[in-house]
């Protein structure tokens, strides 16, 4: 019986876009429309009379050729609704004239009954070799200062990474998640209590320091104290890592949000490169401050304490540091350090609740890279991984850049596992 | 509140083609993990090598479905042993770093525009499995005891998964004890203690990663069967998440105990699930805190505090033994 009531209702909806299909098509009308015209740099767009548009069915059958009028306008009209495909012939177009993209002389595309549809042909300037030659470099030269700049953000994430690896052993799954922390303390900072983003960075930052060390005080040095094994807290560290990222998605929201200040800004020219002048304050200021993190780690005692730590902690510790405050301010230098590199990554992309973790595993990489457990080989080696995901869409499509990358970490695995400034003797 | 409904939907979750997928790819995750010590973060990824393999060769290649498992194969051993390659001479997180890599790959390969015309892109492909559940012996209709009710299509999946769980749970007890798995174990336990014994660590681990493997490939084919679609985000890393959720839930490293976790783990989902939603609707939680969205992402919540919890205070599950996990490998 069920399966009869079933029946019928399929069949309703079956038959219920067929009637509308069959009312639309007595008015017919089914085309194709459309304006060639080549847009140059400066000055209005110059209609392309001549040029011959051939359109074939699905199956490949021809259905027509049409030319476009001095005004580079066009018309066909088709034999009714389905698949079809339209070729621009190239070789009607004016010689200075080709297409944008040479793959899309075919357009591929559906006419449903009675649509006019227009099609869109984007024509440029024929280029000779040499000035393709000269667009690259600019586009490579371009693509380097966004990967350094992505580096660095990496890289200032990285180094709190590595540190808390080198210090307790701890591989921290939720270590993206601090940087998203960091990015929405400051908006809330920022947007909610309407301070300056500058003021809201300074302030997050500081909240960012006291949750790592809450993080470690309330749950991490517990966890060690009772000897937990280090394997246990790394999926201790991935359940708090799906518990915190959906606690932001809770509170924070899936849209992603710009912060109140510098959200637009529009590019200046140097040289041959475009660049937001946020852009190069982010910059500059992730270099003084990485060669700021450089300077406590070489410099100072707490700095040397940690690399002492990283190096070998039962060494440090029969030496008379206090481990445990060691630790502490790993942590907390580490989550100051995220929230920083959160807060540049919002300021480039928008705040998200999910930003730190599409970040982890490219942390991951040039940690990786670089030499687990080393604060300067993950400096290095995020630089390189940021540089390596930019530079790469000079050849493969942006939306496989990250593959890139990974393949990269998989295969720096294979030729050099302890990374470019590890040891060989701490991966056994 | 209707309580009759809420611990129906939970039974029928229990035992649903969900909670049998779940268990066959966590009973491969337990070879790694449980009995080997390999932390392979990246059952996800031969998960959807078996999805993508038998819609890809069905859909996209017109090929039969039974080539498209032969296909899947392949492609998981090819995987395990990249992943292998490079990792399993290294200490145990390097692999788990590759594996989440490497899982990611094969989503973002997957989803990629210059795929769609073979995996349709992020949009993925269905109806592809028409094949199997045209071999379907039961007639229209509905199966089930009291509250918990399938339609036949789904009875036949979840006749199948269950049949397979059981088959693949029989195959790792015989495993573990043949001499075979005591190797396995004694590698969890110390691995030089094993290689001063003249055993091969690394070949023997290779041989885990590769059946652990492909029990994951088969989880993913019957994921896709069970859907009729692939979608490439359905694959990402929490998936694998859930699969580490369930073997600890039952207990590492026994025969049992991703079965059971399975089947407690989604029943929990389910329950927390169904009833927060009706407790929303009934005006018991107020929308102000709670709101219909926010219940989807309220599991998530509890399930990344239960993984915690679990793992603090009672890290052997349900079934197992605190001796017999390799949590302090190093």
Request: aromatic share 10%; with cysteine; proline share 4%.
């Amino acid at each position: 019986m069920l399966r009869m009531m079933l029946l019928a209702a399929v069949a309703c909806l079956l038959l219920l876009p067929a009637t509308i299909a069959h009312a639309q098509e007595e008015e017919g009308g089914e085309a194709i429309r459309g304006t060639i015209v080549q847009r140059p740099e400066e000055g209005d767009p110059v209609p392309v009379p001549g040029v011959d548009i051939t359109v074939s069915t699905a199956d490949g059958e021809e259905v027509g050729t049409v030319t476009t009028t001095e005004d580079g306008s066009y018309a066909l009209e088709l034999p009714g609704p389905g698949d079809y495909s339209a070729t621009l012939v190239a070789e009607t177009l004016p010689e200075d004239v080709q297409l944008t993209d040479p793959d899309r002389a075919t357009l591929e595309f559906t006419i449903r009954p009675g649509q006019s549809r227009p099609l869109l042909y984007p024509l440029g300037e024929a280029e000779s070799a040499g000035g393709r030659f000269a667009a690259f470099m600019s586009r490579a030269l371009q693509l380097a200062v966004e990967g350094i700049k992505f580096g660095l953000i990496i890289a200032m994430t990285a180094v709190g990474l590595s540190l808390i690896f080198g210090t307790t052993g701890l591989v921290n799954f939720a270590h993206g998640e601090l940087v998203t922390f960091g990015a929405i303390a400051a908006w809330v900072v920022n947007v909610t209590l309407g301070v300056h983003f500058f003021l809201a960075t300074i302030i997050a930052i500081a909240i960012g320091a006291v949750a790592g060390g809450l993080l470690d005080r309330g749950l991490w040095a517990p966890l060690r104290r009772r000897g937990t094994g280090l394997i246990a807290m790394l999926v201790i560290s991935i359940g708090l890592s799906i518990f915190l990222r959906y606690t932001f998605l809770y509170f924070f929201g899936g849209r992603t949000r710009p912060y109140g200040q510098y959200a637009v800004q529009r590019a200046i020219e140097i040289g041959p490169i475009g660049i937001a002048p946020k852009d190069i304050v982010a910059i500059v200021l992730s270099l003084l401050v990485l060669g700021g993190v450089g300077l406590v780690l070489q410099r100072t005692k707490i700095g040397k304490a940690m690399r002492a730590v990283a190096d070998n902690r039962d060494l440090a510790e029969s030496s008379g540091i206090n481990v445990e405050r060691v630790i502490l301010f790993v942590w907390m230098f580490g989550g100051g350090l995220a929230t920083l590199g959160g807060v540049m990554l919002g300021l480039g992309e928008q705040v998200s609740w999910q930003m730190g973790f599409q970040l982890l595993l490219l942390m991951f990489a040039g940690v990786t890279l670089g030499g687990l457990g080393t604060a300067y080989g993950a400096l290095l080696g995020s630089l390189v991984v940021g540089l390596f995901i930019q530079l790469s869409t000079l050849v493969i499509s942006p939306e496989l850049k990250n593959v890139g990358a990974l393949l990269v970490l998989i295969l720096i695995l294979l030729v050099r596992p302890q990374g470019i400034l590890g040891q060989a003797e701490r991966i056994g | 509140m209707n309580w009759e409904f809420i611990v129906g939907r939970s039974l029928a979750s229990a035992f649903g083609a969900d909670a049998a997928v779940f268990a066959l790819a966590a009973i491969g995750l337990n070879l790694h993990f449980g009995y080997t010590g390999l932390l392979n973060f990246g059952q996800v990824g031969f998960m959807a090598l078996g999805a993508y393999g038998i819609s890809v060769t069905v859909a996209t290649l017109g090929f039969s479905l039974w080539w498209g498992l032969a296909l899947g194969a392949a492609l998981s051993v090819t995987l395990a042993l990249l992943l292998g390659l490079p990792t399993l001479r290294l200490r145990a997180d390097y692999l788990a770093i590759v594996t989440i890599a490497a899982s990611e790959i094969v989503r973002f390969v997957a989803r990629s525009v210059s795929m769609r015309e073979i995996t349709g892109g992020s949009f993925g492909l269905s109806d592809f499995a028409d094949e199997f559940y045209a071999i379907n012996p039961f007639p229209g209709g509905s199966y089930g005891l009291g509250l918990v009710q399938y339609s036949a299509r789904g009875f036949w999946v979840i006749t199948v998964g269950w049949t397979l769980v059981a088959l693949l749970a029989l195959m790792t007890y015989v495993l573990m004890h043949s001499p075979w798995g005591r190797v396995l174990r004694s590698i969890r336990e110390d691995e030089d203690a094993a290689r001063s014994l003249g055993k091969n660590v690394y070949s023997y681990k290779m041989q885990s990663l590769v059946v652990g493997g492909l029990i994951g490939t088969l989880a993913g084919v019957m994921y896709a069967i069970s859907q009729q679609s692939v979608q490439p985000d359905t694959y990402s890393t929490p998936v694998t998440f859930y699969a580490y959720a369930i073997i600890i839930l039952g207990g590492t490293a026994r025969v049992f105990g991703p079965v059971l976790g399975s089947m407690i783990f989604w029943a929990l989902l389910s329950f927390t699930d169904t009833a927060l939603r009706q407790a929303v609707a009934a005006g018991y939680i107020p929308t102000a805190i709670m709101d219909g969205t926010q219940v989807g992402q309220m599991r998530f919540i509890l399930l990344g505090l239960g993984l915690m919890l679990l793992m603090i205070f009672r890290p052997q599950g349900i079934l197992g033994d605190r001796k017999e996990i390799a949590l302090d490998a190093h």
